[in-house]
Protein backbone atom coordinates (compact mmCIF):
# COMPACT_ATOMS: atom_id res chain seq x y z
CA UNK A 1 0.00 0.00 0.00
CA UNK A 2 1.35 3.07 -0.98
CA UNK A 3 1.69 5.77 1.55
CA UNK A 4 2.22 9.45 1.78
CA UNK A 5 2.69 12.18 5.12
CA UNK A 6 2.13 15.42 4.72
CA UNK A 7 3.72 16.90 7.91
CA UNK A 8 4.42 20.23 9.39
CA UNK A 9 1.30 21.80 7.39
CA UNK A 10 0.89 25.13 8.63
CA UNK A 11 -2.54 26.15 7.55
CA UNK A 12 -5.03 23.85 5.71
CA UNK A 13 -8.42 25.08 4.63
CA UNK A 14 -11.39 23.07 3.48
CA UNK A 15 -15.20 23.22 2.72
CA UNK A 16 -17.27 21.95 5.86
CA UNK A 17 -19.53 20.00 3.29
CA UNK A 18 -22.11 19.66 6.01
CA UNK A 19 -22.27 22.80 6.15
CA UNK A 20 -23.86 25.67 4.20
CA UNK A 21 -22.33 27.35 1.25
CA UNK A 22 -18.88 29.35 2.26
CA UNK A 23 -18.45 27.46 5.12
CA UNK A 24 -15.11 26.95 5.50
CA UNK A 25 -13.03 24.44 8.42
CA UNK A 26 -9.20 25.24 9.20
CA UNK A 27 -6.68 23.52 10.56
CA UNK A 28 -3.41 25.26 11.74
CA UNK A 29 -0.37 22.89 12.63
CA UNK A 30 -1.18 19.22 11.51
CA UNK A 31 -0.32 16.40 9.25
CA UNK A 32 -2.16 14.39 6.50
CA UNK A 33 -1.69 10.77 5.84
CA UNK A 34 -2.85 9.41 2.48
CA UNK A 35 -2.62 6.15 1.63
CA UNK A 36 -3.72 4.23 -1.75
CA UNK A 37 -4.66 7.86 -3.01
CA UNK A 38 -7.02 8.18 -0.35
CA UNK A 39 -7.02 10.63 2.55
CA UNK A 40 -6.90 8.43 5.86
CA UNK A 41 -6.22 10.59 8.56
CA UNK A 42 -6.26 14.41 9.69
CA UNK A 43 -3.36 14.35 11.96
CA UNK A 44 -3.74 17.39 14.68
CA UNK A 45 0.14 18.80 16.04
CA UNK A 46 1.53 16.23 19.02
CA UNK A 47 -0.58 13.81 17.85
CA UNK A 48 1.05 10.65 17.04
CA UNK A 49 4.37 9.36 15.48
CA UNK A 50 3.29 8.73 11.58
CA UNK A 51 5.72 7.17 9.36
CA UNK A 52 4.58 6.80 5.52
CA UNK A 53 6.55 5.70 2.14
CA UNK A 54 7.16 9.27 1.47
CA UNK A 55 7.13 12.12 3.63
CA UNK A 56 6.46 15.84 2.64
CA UNK A 57 7.58 18.94 5.17
CA UNK A 58 4.57 21.61 4.41
CA UNK A 59 6.46 24.04 7.27
CA UNK A 60 4.90 27.46 5.85
CA UNK A 61 2.59 26.01 3.27
CA UNK A 62 -1.11 26.50 3.15
CA UNK A 63 -2.99 22.91 1.58
CA UNK A 64 -6.31 23.63 -0.36
CA UNK A 65 -8.11 20.62 -1.80
CA UNK A 66 -6.95 20.67 -5.67
CA UNK A 67 -9.01 23.27 -7.91
CA UNK A 68 -11.72 21.85 -9.71
CA UNK A 69 -12.42 23.70 -12.90
CA UNK A 70 -15.53 23.40 -14.24
CA UNK A 71 -16.01 24.94 -17.57
CA UNK A 72 -12.96 24.15 -20.16
CA UNK A 73 -12.85 23.78 -23.73
CA UNK A 74 -9.13 22.58 -23.75
CA UNK A 75 -9.23 20.57 -27.32
CA UNK A 76 -8.49 22.72 -29.68
CA UNK A 77 -5.58 23.14 -32.61
CA UNK A 78 -4.65 26.79 -33.59
CA UNK A 79 -4.54 29.79 -31.24
CA UNK A 80 -6.23 32.83 -32.28
CA UNK A 81 -3.56 35.86 -31.23
CA UNK A 82 -4.51 37.83 -33.85
CA UNK A 83 -8.55 38.10 -33.17
CA UNK A 84 -7.02 38.99 -29.70
CA UNK A 85 -5.08 42.00 -31.29
CA UNK A 86 -8.10 42.90 -33.26
CA UNK A 87 -9.98 43.03 -30.47
CA UNK A 88 -7.24 45.38 -28.86
CA UNK A 89 -7.52 47.77 -32.01
CA UNK A 90 -11.20 47.72 -31.79
CA UNK A 91 -13.34 45.33 -33.18
CA UNK A 92 -15.33 43.21 -31.50
CA UNK A 93 -15.65 39.78 -30.13
CA UNK A 94 -19.15 39.28 -31.51
CA UNK A 95 -18.10 41.27 -35.03
CA UNK A 96 -15.59 38.76 -35.05
CA UNK A 97 -17.49 36.01 -34.85
CA UNK A 98 -20.05 37.28 -37.32
CA UNK A 99 -17.59 37.77 -39.87
CA UNK A 100 -16.11 33.87 -39.51
CA UNK A 101 -14.09 34.28 -37.17
CA UNK A 102 -14.14 32.90 -33.63
CA UNK A 103 -15.49 29.65 -33.09
CA UNK A 104 -16.03 29.05 -36.77
CA UNK A 105 -12.36 30.12 -37.39
CA UNK A 106 -10.88 27.60 -34.54
CA UNK A 107 -13.30 24.66 -36.36
CA UNK A 108 -11.93 24.80 -39.99
CA UNK A 109 -8.08 25.01 -37.97
CA UNK A 110 -9.78 21.80 -36.19
CA UNK A 111 -10.70 19.92 -38.93
CA UNK A 112 -7.01 20.20 -40.80
CA UNK A 113 -5.26 18.73 -38.10
CA UNK A 114 -5.26 15.01 -37.38
CA UNK A 115 -6.23 13.48 -34.28
CA UNK A 116 -2.75 12.09 -33.33
CA UNK A 117 -1.42 15.98 -33.45
CA UNK A 118 -4.73 17.55 -31.88
CA UNK A 119 -4.12 15.22 -28.83
CA UNK A 120 -0.46 15.66 -28.60
CA UNK A 121 -0.76 19.41 -28.20
CA UNK A 122 -3.53 19.42 -26.01
CA UNK A 123 -1.57 16.89 -23.95
CA UNK A 124 0.75 19.55 -23.53
CA UNK A 125 -1.33 22.15 -22.52
CA UNK A 126 -3.34 19.73 -20.20
CA UNK A 127 0.44 19.95 -17.87
CA UNK A 128 -0.25 23.01 -17.28
CA UNK A 129 -3.27 22.91 -14.88
CA UNK A 130 -1.11 20.93 -12.01
CA UNK A 131 0.72 23.79 -12.00
CA UNK A 132 -1.53 26.08 -11.04
CA UNK A 133 -3.40 23.52 -8.99
CA UNK A 134 -5.77 22.28 -10.75
CA UNK A 135 -6.54 18.23 -10.20
CA UNK A 136 -9.99 18.15 -12.30
CA UNK A 137 -11.35 19.13 -15.41
CA UNK A 138 -14.53 19.27 -17.00
CA UNK A 139 -13.51 19.28 -20.82
CA UNK A 140 -15.64 20.48 -23.67
CA UNK A 141 -15.87 19.25 -27.56
CA UNK A 142 -17.11 21.92 -29.59
CA UNK A 143 -14.78 22.52 -32.40
CA UNK A 144 -15.17 19.81 -34.78
CA UNK A 145 -19.29 20.53 -35.15
CA UNK A 146 -19.13 17.21 -37.33
CA UNK A 147 -20.18 13.91 -36.55
CA UNK A 148 -17.07 12.49 -37.10
CA UNK A 149 -15.07 15.98 -35.86
CA UNK A 150 -16.63 16.00 -32.40
CA UNK A 151 -15.94 11.97 -31.76
CA UNK A 152 -12.03 13.15 -32.63
CA UNK A 153 -12.43 15.87 -29.89
CA UNK A 154 -14.35 13.51 -27.62
CA UNK A 155 -11.91 10.55 -28.14
CA UNK A 156 -9.01 12.71 -27.41
CA UNK A 157 -10.56 13.79 -24.29
CA UNK A 158 -11.55 10.06 -23.05
CA UNK A 159 -7.56 9.09 -24.10
CA UNK A 160 -5.85 12.02 -22.43
CA UNK A 161 -8.22 11.13 -19.18
CA UNK A 162 -7.20 7.29 -19.37
CA UNK A 163 -3.19 8.00 -19.88
CA UNK A 164 -2.86 11.47 -17.79
CA UNK A 165 -3.12 11.56 -13.87
CA UNK A 166 -5.43 14.82 -14.28
CA UNK A 167 -8.88 14.00 -14.40
CA UNK A 168 -11.27 15.26 -17.26
CA UNK A 169 -15.13 14.73 -17.22
CA UNK A 170 -16.17 14.89 -21.25
CA UNK A 171 -19.18 17.47 -21.99
CA UNK A 172 -20.63 17.35 -25.70
CA UNK A 173 -20.70 20.74 -27.09
CA UNK A 174 -22.01 20.06 -30.77
CA UNK A 175 -23.85 23.14 -30.37
CA UNK A 176 -21.30 25.49 -29.50
CA UNK A 177 -21.62 27.61 -33.11
CA UNK A 178 -23.28 26.81 -36.29
CA UNK A 179 -20.35 25.53 -38.91
CA UNK A 180 -19.87 27.28 -41.98
CA UNK A 181 -21.58 24.31 -44.34
CA UNK A 182 -25.22 24.86 -42.82
CA UNK A 183 -25.30 28.50 -42.09
CA UNK A 184 -27.78 28.95 -44.43
CA UNK A 185 -29.54 25.46 -43.20
CA UNK A 186 -29.44 25.56 -39.58
CA UNK A 187 -31.97 23.28 -39.08
CA UNK A 188 -30.25 20.69 -40.44
CA UNK A 189 -27.42 21.11 -38.53
CA UNK A 190 -29.84 20.77 -36.05
CA UNK A 191 -31.15 17.67 -37.10
CA UNK A 192 -27.85 16.18 -37.36
CA UNK A 193 -26.82 16.85 -33.82
CA UNK A 194 -29.90 15.36 -32.24
CA UNK A 195 -30.45 12.35 -34.70
CA UNK A 196 -26.92 11.60 -35.07
CA UNK A 197 -24.29 13.00 -33.10
CA UNK A 198 -26.15 12.89 -29.64
CA UNK A 199 -27.16 9.04 -30.14
CA UNK A 200 -23.78 7.81 -31.23
CA UNK A 201 -21.95 10.01 -27.93
CA UNK A 202 -24.22 8.19 -25.46
CA UNK A 203 -23.96 4.97 -27.72
CA UNK A 204 -19.81 5.16 -27.43
CA UNK A 205 -19.83 6.63 -23.57
CA UNK A 206 -18.13 9.58 -24.95
CA UNK A 207 -19.30 12.48 -22.81
CA UNK A 208 -21.67 12.61 -19.14
CA UNK A 209 -22.88 16.18 -20.09
CA UNK A 210 -24.16 17.96 -23.09
CA UNK A 211 -24.10 21.26 -23.63
CA UNK A 212 -25.24 23.97 -25.35
CA UNK A 213 -24.79 27.72 -26.58
CA UNK A 214 -28.28 29.11 -25.98
CA UNK A 215 -27.48 32.63 -27.10
CA UNK A 216 -28.77 35.50 -29.61
CA UNK A 217 -27.17 34.84 -32.97
CA UNK A 218 -25.62 31.12 -31.96
CA UNK A 219 -28.83 28.79 -30.97
CA UNK A 220 -32.30 29.81 -29.70
CA UNK A 221 -33.99 29.00 -26.28
CA UNK A 222 -36.49 26.38 -28.14
CA UNK A 223 -32.97 25.05 -30.57
CA UNK A 224 -31.69 24.61 -26.74
CA UNK A 225 -34.17 22.84 -25.63
CA UNK A 226 -34.26 20.75 -28.39
CA UNK A 227 -31.23 19.50 -28.29
CA UNK A 228 -30.61 19.43 -24.59
CA UNK A 229 -34.17 17.50 -24.08
CA UNK A 230 -32.68 15.18 -26.58
CA UNK A 231 -29.38 14.88 -24.99
CA UNK A 232 -31.17 14.01 -22.15
CA UNK A 233 -33.21 11.06 -23.51
CA UNK A 234 -29.69 9.93 -24.14
CA UNK A 235 -28.72 10.52 -20.65
CA UNK A 236 -26.66 13.16 -21.08
CA UNK A 237 -26.95 15.83 -18.45
CA UNK A 238 -27.85 19.43 -19.55
CA UNK A 239 -25.59 22.05 -19.33
CA UNK A 240 -26.35 25.64 -20.67
CA UNK A 241 -23.90 28.86 -21.70
CA UNK A 242 -26.45 30.75 -21.20
CA UNK A 243 -27.21 34.78 -20.98
CA UNK A 244 -23.66 35.95 -21.54
CA UNK A 245 -24.41 38.59 -24.54
CA UNK A 246 -27.75 39.01 -23.83
CA UNK A 247 -30.63 38.06 -21.15
CA UNK A 248 -32.05 35.52 -23.85
CA UNK A 249 -34.18 33.48 -21.05
CA UNK A 250 -30.83 30.57 -21.08
CA UNK A 251 -31.26 30.39 -17.48
CA UNK A 252 -34.90 29.87 -17.45
CA UNK A 253 -34.29 27.14 -19.97
CA UNK A 254 -31.67 25.58 -17.39
CA UNK A 255 -34.60 25.54 -14.48
CA UNK A 256 -36.52 24.02 -17.16
CA UNK A 257 -34.60 21.18 -18.09
CA UNK A 258 -33.35 20.44 -15.16
CA UNK A 259 -29.47 21.33 -16.08
CA UNK A 260 -26.83 20.30 -13.91
CA UNK A 261 -25.23 24.23 -14.44
CA UNK A 262 -26.14 27.42 -16.31
CA UNK A 263 -22.61 29.50 -17.30
CA UNK A 264 -21.41 32.50 -17.83
CA UNK A 265 -24.99 34.95 -16.79
CA UNK A 266 -23.34 38.00 -17.11
CA UNK A 267 -26.88 39.02 -18.73
CA UNK A 268 -29.10 37.25 -16.49
CA UNK A 269 -32.58 38.46 -15.14
CA UNK A 270 -33.83 38.31 -11.62
CA UNK A 271 -36.50 35.75 -12.76
CA UNK A 272 -33.76 33.62 -13.72
CA UNK A 273 -32.03 33.71 -11.01
CA UNK A 274 -34.98 32.42 -8.67
CA UNK A 275 -35.56 30.01 -10.98
CA UNK A 276 -31.66 28.42 -10.82
CA UNK A 277 -32.28 28.88 -7.35
CA UNK A 278 -35.55 26.91 -6.75
CA UNK A 279 -34.20 24.22 -9.28
CA UNK A 280 -30.82 23.94 -7.74
CA UNK A 281 -29.19 24.58 -11.38
CA UNK A 282 -25.31 25.80 -10.14
CA UNK A 283 -24.35 28.93 -11.74
CA UNK A 284 -21.15 28.87 -13.24
CA UNK A 285 -19.48 31.89 -13.20
CA UNK A 286 -16.68 32.62 -15.63
CA UNK A 287 -14.89 36.13 -14.80
CA UNK A 288 -11.87 35.24 -16.56
CA UNK A 289 -14.05 35.86 -19.95
CA UNK A 290 -15.53 38.90 -19.31
CA UNK A 291 -12.26 40.19 -18.22
CA UNK A 292 -10.31 38.92 -20.84
CA UNK A 293 -13.05 40.12 -23.62
CA UNK A 294 -12.99 43.66 -22.17
CA UNK A 295 -16.68 44.07 -21.10
CA UNK A 296 -17.88 45.42 -18.36
CA UNK A 297 -21.04 44.05 -15.75
CA UNK A 298 -19.57 41.13 -14.71
CA UNK A 299 -22.20 38.43 -13.24
CA UNK A 300 -24.63 39.25 -10.52
CA UNK A 301 -23.11 37.21 -8.06
CA UNK A 302 -24.39 38.47 -5.34
CA UNK A 303 -27.84 38.47 -6.16
CA UNK A 304 -27.17 34.82 -7.16
CA UNK A 305 -25.74 33.88 -3.84
CA UNK A 306 -28.84 36.27 -2.15
CA UNK A 307 -31.44 34.09 -3.78
CA UNK A 308 -29.59 30.64 -2.42
CA UNK A 309 -27.65 29.95 -5.37
CA UNK A 310 -24.40 27.72 -4.96
CA UNK A 311 -22.16 29.72 -7.16
CA UNK A 312 -19.12 27.58 -8.97
CA UNK A 313 -16.00 29.60 -10.54
CA UNK A 314 -14.12 28.33 -13.53
CA UNK A 315 -11.32 29.66 -16.50
CA UNK A 316 -13.80 28.59 -19.42
CA UNK A 317 -10.26 27.83 -20.76
CA UNK A 318 -10.38 28.05 -24.48
CA UNK A 319 -8.37 29.95 -27.40
CA UNK A 320 -10.95 32.64 -28.32
CA UNK A 321 -12.65 34.38 -25.10
CA UNK A 322 -10.12 33.09 -22.10
CA UNK A 323 -7.01 31.87 -22.54
CA UNK A 324 -5.66 31.54 -19.20
CA UNK A 325 -5.24 28.02 -17.41
CA UNK A 326 -4.80 29.59 -13.76
CA UNK A 327 -7.43 29.38 -10.93
CA UNK A 328 -5.65 31.74 -9.06
CA UNK A 329 -6.36 34.43 -11.03
CA UNK A 330 -10.25 33.63 -11.28
CA UNK A 331 -9.63 33.95 -7.18
CA UNK A 332 -8.35 37.79 -8.10
CA UNK A 333 -11.30 38.49 -10.76
CA UNK A 334 -13.91 36.56 -8.58
CA UNK A 335 -12.97 38.84 -5.71
CA UNK A 336 -12.71 41.79 -7.47
CA UNK A 337 -15.68 41.81 -9.78
CA UNK A 338 -17.84 38.77 -8.11
CA UNK A 339 -17.93 40.22 -4.84
CA UNK A 340 -17.31 36.91 -3.83
CA UNK A 341 -15.07 36.55 -0.05
CA UNK A 342 -12.32 33.81 0.19
CA UNK A 343 -14.44 31.31 1.89
CA UNK A 344 -17.05 32.20 -0.97
CA UNK A 345 -13.96 31.50 -3.43
CA UNK A 346 -12.84 28.33 -1.96
CA UNK A 347 -16.23 26.60 -2.19
CA UNK A 348 -16.76 27.55 -5.70
CA UNK A 349 -13.28 26.37 -6.86
CA UNK A 350 -13.25 23.07 -5.26
CA UNK A 351 -16.67 21.51 -3.88
CA UNK A 352 -19.47 23.34 -6.19
CA UNK A 353 -17.06 23.25 -8.93
CA UNK A 354 -17.33 18.95 -8.08
CA UNK A 355 -20.80 19.17 -7.47
CA UNK A 356 -21.53 21.27 -11.32
CA UNK A 357 -19.34 17.98 -12.45
CA UNK A 358 -21.82 15.83 -9.88
CA UNK A 359 -17.89 14.90 -8.33
CA UNK A 360 -18.90 15.98 -5.30
CA UNK A 361 -18.79 12.77 -3.62
CA UNK A 362 -15.19 11.79 -4.48
CA UNK A 363 -13.46 15.13 -4.86
CA UNK A 364 -13.37 19.01 -3.87
CA UNK A 365 -12.57 19.02 0.14
CA UNK A 366 -10.16 17.55 2.44
CA UNK A 367 -11.82 14.53 4.29
CA UNK A 368 -11.12 11.66 5.54
CA UNK A 369 -12.45 9.27 2.94
CA UNK A 370 -12.15 11.54 -0.33
CA UNK A 371 -9.60 10.99 -2.65
CA UNK A 372 -6.74 12.67 -1.54
CA UNK A 373 -6.47 15.61 -4.71
CA UNK A 374 -4.40 18.51 -2.76
CA UNK A 375 -2.78 21.58 -3.49
CA UNK A 376 0.28 23.13 -1.36
CA UNK A 377 0.40 26.68 -1.88
CA UNK A 378 2.80 29.11 -0.68
CA UNK A 379 0.88 31.49 0.86
CA UNK A 380 0.36 32.27 5.18
CA UNK A 381 -3.38 32.56 4.89
CA UNK A 382 -6.79 32.42 2.19
CA UNK A 383 -7.18 35.85 2.08
CA UNK A 384 -3.57 35.72 0.61
CA UNK A 385 -4.28 33.98 -2.67
CA UNK A 386 -6.63 36.14 -4.21
CA UNK A 387 -4.77 39.68 -2.70
CA UNK A 388 -1.11 38.54 -4.29
CA UNK A 389 -2.24 38.31 -7.99
CA UNK A 390 -1.23 37.20 -11.40
CA UNK A 391 1.40 34.96 -10.10
CA UNK A 392 1.52 31.26 -9.25
CA UNK A 393 1.75 30.37 -5.16
CA UNK A 394 1.65 26.22 -5.76
CA UNK A 395 4.50 25.16 -4.46
CA UNK A 396 3.30 20.80 -5.36
CA UNK A 397 0.41 19.40 -6.28
CA UNK A 398 -0.91 16.08 -5.22
CA UNK A 399 -3.24 14.07 -7.37
CA UNK A 400 -4.89 10.78 -6.50
CA UNK A 401 -2.13 11.01 -3.78
CA UNK A 402 0.63 11.06 -6.41
CA UNK A 403 2.68 14.36 -6.36
CA UNK A 404 2.32 15.42 -9.95
CA UNK A 405 3.94 18.82 -9.93
CA UNK A 406 6.30 20.68 -7.60
CA UNK A 407 8.22 23.79 -8.31
CA UNK A 408 11.83 22.62 -6.98
CA UNK A 409 11.81 20.08 -10.03
O1 LIG B 1 -17.42 29.86 -23.43
N1 LIG B 1 -19.27 30.87 -25.51
C1 LIG B 1 -18.88 29.98 -26.24
N2 LIG B 1 -17.72 29.37 -26.16
C2 LIG B 1 -16.57 29.88 -25.58
C3 LIG B 1 -15.82 30.71 -26.57
C4 LIG B 1 -15.08 29.87 -27.49
C5 LIG B 1 -14.20 30.56 -28.48
O2 LIG B 1 -14.20 31.80 -28.65
O3 LIG B 1 -13.46 29.80 -29.10
C6 LIG B 1 -16.91 30.55 -24.30
O4 LIG B 1 -16.66 31.75 -24.09
FE1 LIG C 1 -17.31 28.20 -22.49
Not at 52 to 80: M, Y
Not at 136 to 165: N, P, Q, V
Not at 198 to 203: E, N, S, T
Not at 346 to 370: D, M, N, R
Request: glycine content about 8%; overall charge negative.
Amino acid sequence: MASLYLKNISKLYTPDTSAPFGTVKEFNKLGLLIEDGTIVKIIEEGGETISADQEIDCSGKTVLPGFVDSHTHPVFWKTREDEFIMRVQGKSYEEIAEAGGGIRNSVRRFREASKDEIKEITRKRLQTFFEYGTTTIEAKSGYGLSTEDEIKSLEIIRELDEELDLDLVATFLGAHEIPDEYQNNRKEYIRLLIEEMIPLVAKNNLAKFCDVFCEKGVFTVDESREILQAGKKHNLIPKLHADELFAFGGAELGAEVKAISADHLLKISDDGIRKMAAANVIPVLLPGTTFFLGKEGYAPARKMRDAGCEIAVATDFNPGSSTTQNMQLMWTIGALKLKLLPNELLWATTITGAKAIQLEEKIGSIEVGKQADLAVLDIPNLNYLAYHYGINHVDRTIKNGKIVYSRDC
